[in-house]
Nanobody
Framework: QVQLVESGGGLVQAGGSLRLSCAAS????????MGWFRQAPGKEREFVAALSWSSGSTYYADSVKGRFTISRDNAKNTVYLQMNSLKPEDTAVYYC??????????????????WGKGTLVTVSS
């Protein structure tokens, strides 16, 4: 089992920044792909960004490319999502996810093995 705990959500004005954190514990392994998904009210959960825990390679949804950065701290078993130039349409609950033997570019909600409980990000206009 792997436990994922997100933090860092909150209320921010459009154009602002937030950094989300995802602390992983339990049977963690470098064989996981780690990702962030989000779900806005009335919409399906969608992919945001992912990275390979072993290689650090990253992949982003087109909607956040150039604004969001995913990174990791191996010593802390923590994955981050730095979100800049936030827009009202970025408002959602953000979920951390782990997929065993996953690839960042192929990470989808259906293949995730573990989910965090989510953290709410609200961007006001």
């Amino acid at each position: 089992q792997v436990q994922l705990v997100e933090s860092g959500g909150g209320l921010v004005q459009a154009g602002g920044s937030l950094r989300l954190s995802c602390a992983a514990s339990g049977r963690t392994s470098s064989r996981y792909a780690m990702g962030w998904f989000r779900q806005a009210p009335g919409k399906e959960r969608e992919f945001v960004a992912a990275l390979s825990w072993s290689s650090g390679s990253t992949y982003y949804a087109d909607s956040v490319k150039g604004r969001f950065t995913i990174s990791r701290d191996n010593a802390k078993n923590t994955v981050y999502l730095q979100m800049n130039s936030l827009k009202p349409e970025d408002t959602a609950v953000y979920y951390c996810a782990a997929e065993y033997l996953g690839r960042p570019e192929g990470m989808g909600a259906g293949g995730v093995d573990y989910w965090g409980k989510g953290t709410l990000v609200t961007v006001s206009s």
